[in-house]
């Protein structure tokens, strides 16, 4: 009688050791699968950034879009073309930037994007007279292709 409920109880744990086996190889194979997509710098990508854009300087803010970025970027190997939007009600801007893929993206130095950055800066403050941006970058990311 005595060996029933030993039986019982080693075959709860290996059930439960089955299902926590189970649910993390199946996680492990998720996060695999993830990673390769990521590694992948052939696919086309989108730089995407949102940012504060207050309404009373929006037209200020697509002005230097137009005068800073735009001319810039069209020179850049890989550049496909952006969209911008805006969220009356948040007072928010999103940039999508395509770029032909991501190596030809990451391949522009941070010391020539903060030079351009500066100059948008500069003149965002001239037009406005103020002392500070006003345009705080609210989050960056990037959109892979899934094709």
């Known amino acids: 009688m005595k060996f029933i409920p030993i039986f019982d109880k ?10 926590l086996i189970t649910i993390i190889f199946q996680n492990n194979l998720l996060v695999v699968n993830a990673s390769n997509m ?9 730089e995407e950034l949102r940012l504060n854009v207050p309404a009373a300087y929006k037209d200020v803010w697509l002005r230097a879009e137009a005068e800073i970025w735009e001319p810039w970027l069209a020179k850049k190997d890989g550049f496909l073309g952006r969209q911008i939007f805006y969220n009356e009600a948040k007072e928010e801007a999103l940039l999508l930037v395509k770029w032909k893929n991501k190596k030809l993206w990451k391949s522009i130095s941070m ?3 903060n030079k351009r950055q500066d100059l948008f800066e500069k003149n965002v403050k001239d037009a ?6 006003p345009f705080d970058l609210i989050y960056e990311g990037e959109l892979l292709n899934q094709k």
């Open 10 to 19: 080693l075959l709860r744990w290996i059930s439960l050791c089955f299902i």
């Open 38 to 46: 990521s590694q992948n710098n052939d696919l086309s990508i989108i």
């Open 111 to 113: 010391e020539e994007v």
């Open 128 to 133: 406005l007279n103020l002392s500070k941006n």
